[in-house]
Nanobody
Framework: QVQLVESGGGLVQAGGSLRLSCTAS????????MGWFRQAPGNEREFVAG????????GYTDSVKGRFTISRDNAKNNMYLQMNSLKPEDTAVYYC??????????????????WGQGTQVTVSS
């Protein structure tokens, strides 16, 4: 089992920044690829960013490329999402996820076996 806890969400004005953190416990963190997903009311959960076990491979959905940066610190069992130039359409609950496919990045939510409880990000216009 892997337990995941997100933090760092909040209310920010458009153009502002937030840094989300995901802290893992349980199994060896570096055995897992990690991802960030988000879900807005009435919408399906969508892939935002992913990172492989070492941090050497990352992937982003087109709408956040150039604005968001995913990273991880295996020594601290943490993953991060630095979000800059936030837009109102980024408003959603953000979830971190862990998947037992350590070397690649996957974009489908059902490929990830472990999820956090989510943290709310609200961007005002």
């Amino acid at each position: 089992q892997v337990q995941l806890v997100e933090s760092g969400g909040g209310l920010v004005q458009a153009g502002g920044s937030l840094r989300l953190s995901c802290t893992a416990s349980g199994r060896t963190f570096s055995n897992y690829a990690m991802g960030w997903f988000r879900q807005a009311p009435g919408n399906e959960r969508e892939f935002v960013a992913g990172i492989n076990w070492s941090g050497g491979r990352t992937g982003y959905t087109d709408s956040v490329k150039g604005r968001f940066t995913i990273s991880r610190d295996n020594a601290k069992n943490n993953m991060y999402l630095q979000m800059n130039s936030l837009k109102p359409e980024d408003t959603a609950v953000y979830y971190c996820a862990a998947g037992a496919f350590s070397t690649i990045v996957r974009v489908v939510a059902s490929d990830y076996g472990y999820w956090g409880q989510g943290t709310q990000v609200t961007v005002s216009s």
